[in-house]
């Protein structure tokens, strides 16, 4: 296992936010997920922690290969000040196995939740970081989509 590398980011970016929230996960730090996680959605739900934890717990970073804007600021009109959505290639480890995915979490700039500024910080919205992860298993019974 390669250890995220936070330095690789100036401070304060959206990269180096993702990239902290990426070390919480990778130490199984899923309480310190939260605090680089967006405001609205912390508050928002009755039970954030076990939140992240039912959605991230299954998932070990091995490696983070690199993270990167994505070309959706320029195709989705993001006011890209406030909004920002992020291209990362990971390689995890699920059920034993190796996995190299892509993952385009989206960023929220917020001053307090739910409310968007360009002098506010940083936090990632967890749902849409998994959102473009898709895995085959294949129970006894059939197969499905997680």
């Given at each position: 296992m390669k250890k995220v590398n936070v330095n690789l980011y100036e401070e304060g970016t959206p990269e180096?936010?993702?990239?902290?929230?990426?070390?919480?996960w990778q130490d199984r730090d899923f309480e310190?997920?939260?605090?680089?996680?967006?405001?609205?959605?912390?508050e928002g739900n009755s039970d954030p922690l076990n939140e992240i934890k039912v959605r991230f717990e299954p998932f070990f970073i091995d490696c983070v290969l690199y993270?990167?804007?994505?070309e959706r600021n320029d195709?989705?009109?993001?006011?890209?000040?406030?909004?920002r959505d992020l291209l990362a290639l990971i390689e995890i480890n699920y059920e034993g196995k190796k996995l190299k995915k892509k993952f385009v979490p989206r960023?929220?700039?917020e001053n307090d939740s739910c409310c968007p500024s360009v002098s506010g910080t940083w936090g990632v919205n967890p749902v849409?970081?998994?959102?473009t992860l898709t895995l085959k298993k294949e129970p006894k019974n059939g197969s499905h989509k997680f």
């Open positions: 180096s936010v993702y990239a902290h929230f990426l070390q919480a310190g997920m939260l605090d680089y996680c967006q405001k609205y959605w912390v993270i990167q804007d994505s195709t989705n009109g993001l006011n890209t000040d406030i909004v960023l929220i700039k849409s970081a998994l959102r």
